[in-house]
């Protein structure tokens, strides 16, 4: 036994843990605590967070050795950091101790450079939207800050962190964008019930075989396919030339499985999938603004991935929002969010204080001993103080309630009746109602340590598409019943510059298309943007 934890000891110290950290037994047994992942009240959200934990910590701990000794052996000396769920990073001693930060790290890498644009373009209130090939995310930031949340279930169709859809998937507590999650995205499978009614996704025809319209065997028609035969898609120049679209035999898929099955037209089979799609993905829009108690009328929705521009002013449509906003380089701007995060650490205790019993004093000191807890971590990390701002939050419930939220907590001494009111302002915002008359409870305090870091060049340059010619190539694509078969002009994204576009116009990038539909204007921002008014 002696011999054994001797190894645990030396695994443990190899990749910067501890006993309470990680313990490491073997090369195949890998040990979290819950009570040092998530050293908060509620069992079973703690029991569930460790349970990710312990799942996922073993791939994540060998992909990171894996990593970061390839990097040393090709000659990269610059520090490694881990984007985390929250929109921070971290090292990779951290992320190995705590993998469940990590698991919905890549959608939080496109808000994160979502809310460094409207910060920019001086939107203070936008939703974001992320559709890739088999998911589609949103997010909420207000004032030109990403929402966040602690409460968040993975694997249950759909991801999100709404309380009034709960029980679908496996609860992790820890700090998150407040992102929803649902599966619809270009491969998304299309189906037709027993009763006639057609679904788009959460099945999806993945890289392989892939949707028909990539002729690599492919044989159940996708979203991607409705949208190579409504013409929205360059068939001979996506991805530059990479990727040739065979549109004859999305359209026979099409016609086979959907529309002979409705008797339909198979445009109109295409634009009616494409509907089912839209109807699917403002689900996600929803959860993060109609369930939290905000108007999407009162945000821009800022659309990316390789299909979000594509479906942006249907989705916008749908909800009634004005603007579209299409920031530069769409399909791969999750990975310029890499470029704008920060590293971050957030640290919790609860703090159990009944209504009318919080003591001002008690909660300075325990903000006081968490933040020397921030210090020390952050100094084993190598990080010098004097780069790193700590930020107070605490969560607060009316009494009697069975959950918190968080509200952020004013520099200098603790204000219990600041506080308080804060509170209510956020509850009368998240439900429609607050009161400064009913007794509230104080359940746990927070710091997040966000280490500062130069601000990068404000305008992305943008990935054109050659074959696009300022509306010298046209595209005959199908708008629906209404407007019908049209010719669309292609224009590059430089072409909008000083100018506004009436829709319809198609902008052909390498790594995504943009679709202005008629009624739509589009004019190209200081920033590189493509801000679209929606009919």
Not at 196 to 212: D, F, I, T, W, Y
């Amino acid at each position: 036994m002696s011999e054994q934890l001797a190894r645990a000891v030396r695994v443990g110290t190899d990749i910067g843990g501890t006993f309470t950290d990680l313990i490491a037994v073997g090369d195949d047994v890998y040990l979290t605590c819950s009570a040092d992942i998530l050293p908060e009240i509620r069992e079973y959200e703690r029991t569930s967070t460790a349970v990710v934990n312990a799942y996922v910590g073993p791939a994540v701990s060998h992909y990171m050795r894996s990593l970061t000794t390839k990097l040393v052996a090709a000659g990269i000396t610059a520090p490694l950091e881990i984007m985390q769920s929250a929109g921070g990073t971290m090292s990779p001693a951290a992320a190995m101790r705590r993998p469940a930060y990590l698991v919905e790290s890549g959608p939080a890498a496109g808000v994160i450079a979502c809310a460094h644009l409207a910060r920019l373009t001086n939107r203070p209130n936008v939703i974001s939207f992320d559709m890739g090939g088999t998911t589609a995310k949103a997010a909420m930031l207000e004032n030109g800050e990403p929402v966040r949340t602690t409460e968040y279930e993975i694997g249950g169709g759909i991801n999100l962190s709404s309380r009034l859809v709960k029980g679908g998937g496996y609860a992790i507590k820890l700090p998150f964008i407040d992102v929803s999650e649902i599966g619809a995205g270009g491969g998304s499978l299309v189906g037709i019930d027993e009763f006639g009614g057609a679904s788009v996704g959460p099945q999806s025809a993945g890289a392989a075989p892939g949707p028909v319209c990539y002729g690599r065997g492919g044989v159940q028609p996708t979203l991607a396919d409705a949208l190579a035969v409504l013409g929205y898609l360059n068939a001979k120049q996506l991805a530059g030339g990479a990727v040739v679209l065979d549109v004859g035999a999305a359209r026979d898929a099409l016609r086979d499985s959907v529309a002979d099955r409705l008797e339909l037209p198979v445009l109109e089979a295409a634009h009616g999938v494409l509907m089912v799609a839209v109807a699917t993905m403002t689900r996600a829009v929803k959860a993060v603004s109609t369930y939290r108690g905000r108007d999407p009328r009162d945000f821009a929705l800022c659309a990316f991935g390789g299909n979000g521009p594509v479906v942006a002013v249907e989705i916008a449509r749908a909800l009634s929002m004005r603007h579209v906003l299409v920031p530069p380089a769409p399909g791969v701007f999750s990975a310029v969010g890499l470029l704008f995060s920060q590293t971050e650490q957030e640290f919790v205790r609860t703090l159990l204080f009944r209504a009318g019993e919080i003591e001002e004093r008690a909660v300075e000191a325990a903000y006081d001993s968490l933040a020397d807890e921030a210090w020390a971590s952050l100094a084993e990390e190598g990080i010098a103080p004097e780069v790193v701002t700590l930020a107070r939050l605490a969560d607060l419930r009316y009494a009697g309630q069975a959950y918190e939220l968080t509200v952020r907590v004013a520099d200098g001494a603790v204000d219990v009746a600041r506080l308080t009111a804060d509170f209510v302002d956020e509850h009368e915002r998240t439900y429609g109602h607050g009161s400064m008359d009913d007794p509230v409870d104080l359940v746990s305090i927070r710091i997040v340590a966000r280490v500062d870091r130069p601000t990068l060049s404000s305008r992305l340059a943008p990935s054109e598409d050659p074959s696009a010619e300022n509306g010298a190539e046209t595209r005959r694509a199908y708008f629906g019943p209404a407007v019908g078969l049209v010719d669309v002009p292609v224009v590059a994204r430089a072409a909008l510059d000083g100018t506004e576009a009436e829709g319809p116009v198609f902008v052909d990038e390498y790594d995504s298309t943009t679709v202005i539909p008629p009624g739509c204007r589009a004019t190209l921002d200081a920033f590189g943007s493509i801000n679209i008014d929606v009919d």
